[in-house]
Structures are given as C-alpha cells and as structure tokens.
C-alpha cells in the first residue's frame, strides 16, 4: 500500500471537543464485529452527482473579523437562505494585491453550531494558517448535514450543502475572493465523511482531501442504524430526510467505500486514533480506558470503517498517507493534530510552500514592535501601501510613513480598517496606537482622516469629517449619540450624508451642517420620509419646550414632542406662522396633535386647543 505510515501523537495543546453522547458508544462498540470482518456495502455500487446546475449565489453581509479573516453571508439559491462562511485569507492576501491563491474547504463535524466553525473555536486553525499561502474556507453551520444535498427538509434545515459547496460558492469565491480553481477539502468526524464522497462524486474537484477520524463505510452492516443515532442524538434530525431509508441508493451515492475508485489521481489522507487513553484524554482508572467513553466507541468505529476504505483503495492501486494511531479517542485536540501533521502533504498537492518565507522587520517597521507584543513573529516582507509602508505578522500589520511614523493594526479595529479599505480608503495610514476608552466598553484607533472606533455591541466603525467633528463637540461616546453602529452613507436621493449611532443617526449636508436626530423625533422624521420629505435635512439640534417637550428643526419645517400630545411636524410658511402668531405651544393652541392633512380648497393641522386651517395661502386660528 503506497504511503502507509504510522504516527505518533504531537506535543500540542488544545481544548477537549463536542463528543457524541455516550449510548452511542455503545452503539458503535456493538459495530465493531461486522466492520473488523470486513463486510461490504449493502448492495451493488452506484453513485450520482447533482445534475442542475444552480442560480448564482450572491454576498449579502460581509464583516472583517481581522485583517484577513473574514465572515461572508451568503444567500444560497439552493437552500433559499444566508449560509454563513468564514474565510481565512492567504498570508500574502495583503502584500500581493493581484495575486490568487489555492483554497482550502475545512469541514466541521456533526454537532457543528451556527456561530463559528470547530477548526477556530476549538482547534487552532486560525492560528495555524496565519502564515499559510492558501485560503482556509470554514462553512458554519450543517449540523448533522454530512455536507450532502438531502432528498427533502428536515428538521427546520433545507440543507443542500454539496450544490453549496461545490457549485455555487467557489465561482463566488474566484470571482470576489481571489481564489483558484486549485482546491483541497479535509474534515474531521462527520467532516472527514464528506471530504472523501464529495471528491469521489464530484471528480477534479479538489486535488487533496483528508480525513481526520471519518467513517470512511456508511453502508457497511450496521453503518446506516449508526448514523441514524447520531443524527438523532446531535439534534434531532432523520437520517431518512437526508438519504432515505438505508436500503436506498442514496446511500451508497454517498459512500466513500464505494466512490473509492473515484478517487484515483486525489492525494489523500486518512488518520484515526485507536480509542484507547492517549495524551489528551483522561484515564479513567480502567488501562486503556479514558473518561471520553462516547469518544472512546467513536474512534473505534471511525478505525474499523478507514481500514476497510484504505484496504480498498489498495486493491486499487489508489495511493493514500494513512496515519493510525496506537491511541487517541474522538476529540479535538487529536483533530488539531493532524490538521498540522496533514500540511505538508496538502501544500504539496495545492502547489504551495509549506513553510513560510524567510522575513525580517526593517528599522522603519522594527520600531512600532516593542510596544506591540501582540504582533508575534512577521508573515511577509515589507511591501508598498498608499502613502507609506506595511508589513504583515501574525496579530495584525504595521504601516509606516515619514508623516505618520510606525504604528500596528490588528484585531476587530484591523477588520474594520480593512473593510474600509485600508490605507488607499478614507481613513489613509494609522496615525496613533489603538487605546481602550475610559468607559472601558469601546476602543478607538486615530488615523490621517478619521478614527475607528469598536464596541462589542457596535464593532468596529468609522467615524470622519465633519459627522467626527460634531459628535465630538457633543462629547464623542459619552454623548447624547453613544457609539456608531453603521458606516457613514451617502443620501440616496438628495447631496448629503448619514451616520447611525446608538441612540439616532447624524444627518450632514452642505447647507445645513451637521445634526443628531433621536427618540421620537426620529420616529416621526422616518414616518414622513427623513431627508426625502417636505421637512429635508435636519437644521439644529433638538431643544427643550415647556411641559418637558421637546422640538427639532428642519429646511422645510420644525418636529414638536411633548408626553401628553406626541411627535407631530409643522410646515414652515403659512401654517408655522399662524401658530407662531398665537405664541407657538406656548399660546392658546398649545402642542400639534396632528400632522397637516387636507381639506377642501386647503390643508388644516389639529393643536391641543384647536386648530388652524390653510387656504390660498391665507391661514385661519381656530380656538376650541
């Protein structure tokens, strides 16, 4: 058999994973016998690949996570919904602009959430590729899926993970993302499945996929009950929505055991504990026998069902690197592993280095390291950027200028300056070091033409010009606005700019600068249209009024507030100077209680004590 090999465990350190419950360990002990002997598939082999060829999938969201960790919300024809899907973007995606790179689809397993994929919240993916010329692709989500299209809906999931996967997101991807039609898939667990069955059903595909604790038989005597449990146990999905009952064909269209043949010119990589105690685990008292007892029977099946696909693939004359540890049971820290022992292997099939280049920081770069511990160790050389300098390290990136010095960007503050373009976008090169603010809540970075400013609640925002300067007069996040929550936008039908900060937006335009709209002011503006109305922009902050009311002004006219009569608008001309004639909410009228509305021959706006009617531009008072 070409490549065999047998490891044995590293020295890293992570985070024990999601196991499947404990019945069904012993459910997967009591397949152990069938599997050891070596019994085939159900019935003859057949496989199928999807025949459609999907709509075209488009980005609905998209938030910087980093400098080059990215969270996409894809709207996905196939499935009628966002998928959300993570990437983590080549270390040379910032120091070669024009450049495409490999991709690397990395699967999670059966109790995978809807938050973050396993590979970064219990393993060290993030980390690990950080100086890695491919980019990771981290679906979220897929719960007890196996990565597959399912015959119908179960479960409130319309899943149809394989059209996602294969057909509609990478044109997404090499269109948007710099990607190449180089690709490779691993997976762990139920992830580790599908790596195998979609490159054995989708040929060309990938040209590296690897399984890490796969059951690499799911029709094997026994594999199909298995399953079945485990969809149950993880969520409580039917695994007859997914494939049909197991005497259908389905099943074996999903088959790595029977796709084998398949997958001849793949490289591949196939690894699996043995189930006993191993470094990661602990002991239980009993030799051999850890405390992850679901694990424990997991591993073994996991064992038994690579065995017989690996025994296979060398009756095929099919090369493949397998690793079978003498322990380890079904958990992330052995997963971590082999994501780390598997690198060389896929690098070498997507056509990348394995090791990073050799860099140094330059003197320019060099002086901002000090105070920046966080930066770790550099990714790239220094390369151009607009106005200056940059170099990339593991925690961020470094921008240097004659002007603006050295100064490091990183963390959620080096998403957003990355999704506002970085230096070439509005805010040009940092010029001050990220600080926390005194309520202890946000933090803020300067930069030549703004600030970015983050929040957990908010995240990372842009704040400039002259919306930056007037929220700053107004005492910046302990002000009556609090933090931004949104970009600055152009008006979309009139000259002028928007903001949204927590506690209303800031409206700009040329003539009439820059002001805070809230509350139920705000409520009212939107109900008349905000700038798009009668009223236009916003004039003048809001003031108060007598009886605890309140009143903003705006081009075309004024919004009044008061607890007993609401939020109503006054049209400036004829109507506001009648009102204004009897002393405004001061005077016998008192507040509006409503907006103007028509009348024969003219319009007429109701006050608390009357109310006053327009016709041919002549205005009447009318007292109650």
């Given amino acids: 058999m070409a490549g065999v090999a047998c490891g044995r465990w590293g020295r890293i350190r992570r985070r024990g994973g999601r196991a499947t419950r404990g019945r069904f360990a012993l459910l997967a002990t009591a397949l152990v016998l069938p599997l050891a002997a070596g019994a085939g598939p159900l019935t003859a082999p057949a496989a199928a690949q999807p025949a459609t060829v999907p709509a075209e999938a488009t980005v609905q969201n998209v938030i910087w996570l980093g400098d080059r960790r990215v969270a996409l919300w894809v709207n996905s024809p196939s499935m009628g919904a966002p998928v959300q899907v993570q990437l983590l973007l080549a270390r040379d995606w910032n120091a070669r602009p024009d450049a495409r790179f490999p991709v690397l689809f990395t699967l999670d397993g059966l109790r995978a959430t809807e938050d973050e994929s396993g590979w970064t919240k219990d393993a060290g993916a993030a980390a690990f590729y950080a100086d890695k010329n491919v980019t990771v692709v981290l679906p ?4 007890a899926s196996f990565y597959s299209d399912w015959l119908q809906p179960n479960n409130g999931k319309n899943y149809k993970w394989e059209t996602f996967l294969t057909k509609e997101l990478p044109p997404l991807l090499e269109s948007q993302w710099r990607a190449t039609d180089v690709r490779g898939m691993q997976g762990l667990s139920m992830g580790g499945t599908a790596a195998m069955f979609l490159a054995g059903r989708n040929p060309g595909f990938v040209k590296y996929a690897a399984s890490y604790s796969g059951f690499l038989t799911t029709t094997t005597l026994g594999m199909p009950q298995a399953i079945e449990f485990a969809m149950l146990e993880a969520g409580g999905f039917d695994s007859a929505a997914m494939w049909g009952p197991p005497i259908s064909q389905e099943w074996e269209n999903h088959d790595p055991y029977v796709l084998a043949d398949r997958l001849k010119g793949t490289s591949l990589y196939v690894s699996s504990g043995s189930g006993a105690t191993g470094p990661f685990d602990l ?13 424990m029977g997991l591993e073994i099946l996991s064992r038994l069902t690579s065995e017989n696909f690996v025994t296979k693939l060398a009756k095929l004359s099919i090369p493949v690197q397998v690793n079978y540890r003498p322990s380890g049971t079904h958990s992330w820290p052995y997963w971590d592993f082999e994501m780390r022992q598997s690198w060389t292997q896929a690098a070498s099939a997507l056509g990348v280095e394995a090791d990073k280049p050799a860099c140094a920081p330059s003197a320019s770069i060099g002086a901002a390291l000090g105070a920046n511990g966080w930066l770790g160790e ?15 390290f593991h925690g961020g990136r470094v921008f240097f200028s004659p002007e603006t010095g050295a100064h490091a960007v990183g963390g959620l503050i080096g998403g957003g300056y990355q999704a506002a373009h970085g230096p070439a976008g509005p805010l040009g090169l940092p010029t001050g070091r990220e600080h926390v603010l005194p309520d202890g809540r946000g933090w803020f970075q300067s930069f030549q033409h703004g600030s970015l400013y983050w929040t957990p609640q908010t995240g990372a925002q842009v704040v400039r010009g002259a919306i930056l300067d007037e929220w700053g007069r ?63 922009f916003p004039a003048k902050e809001e003031l108060p009024l007598k009886d605890l009311g309140r009143y903003s002004r705006f081009e075309g006219g004024n919004i009044y507030w008061s607890p007993l009569s609401g939020a109503w608008a006054v049209r400036n001309g004829a109507m ?12 016998k009228l008192g507040y509006p209680i409503s907006d103007e509305f028509a009348i024969p021959g003219g319009v007429r706006q109701n006050f608390q004590a009357g109310f006053i009617t327009v016709r041919g531009g002549k205005a009447e008072v009318h007292g109650l």
């Fill in 140 to 143: 979220v989500g897929g719960q």
């Fill in 283 to 295: 002991d239980s008292g009993i030799p051999g026998v850890s405390t992850n007892y679901a694990g």
């Fill in 378 to 392: 550099c990714l790239t050389g220094e390369y151009q950027v607009a106005g200056g300098v940059a170099q990339d």
């Fill in 474 to 536: 107004q005492g910046f996040e302990r002000g009556p606005a609090g933090y931004p929550t949104a970009p600055e936008v152009k008006t979309p039908n009139r000259d002028g700019a928007v903001q949204a900060f927590e506690n209303g937006p800031f409206y700009y335009s040329a003539a009439t600068g820059v002001h805070l709209v809230q509350g139920l002011i705000l409520g009212k503006y939107a109900q008349l249209g905000f700038e798009n109305s009668w009223l236009g």
């Fill in 576 to 587: 506001m100077d009648a009102w204004q004639s009897v002393g405004f909410e001061n005077g």
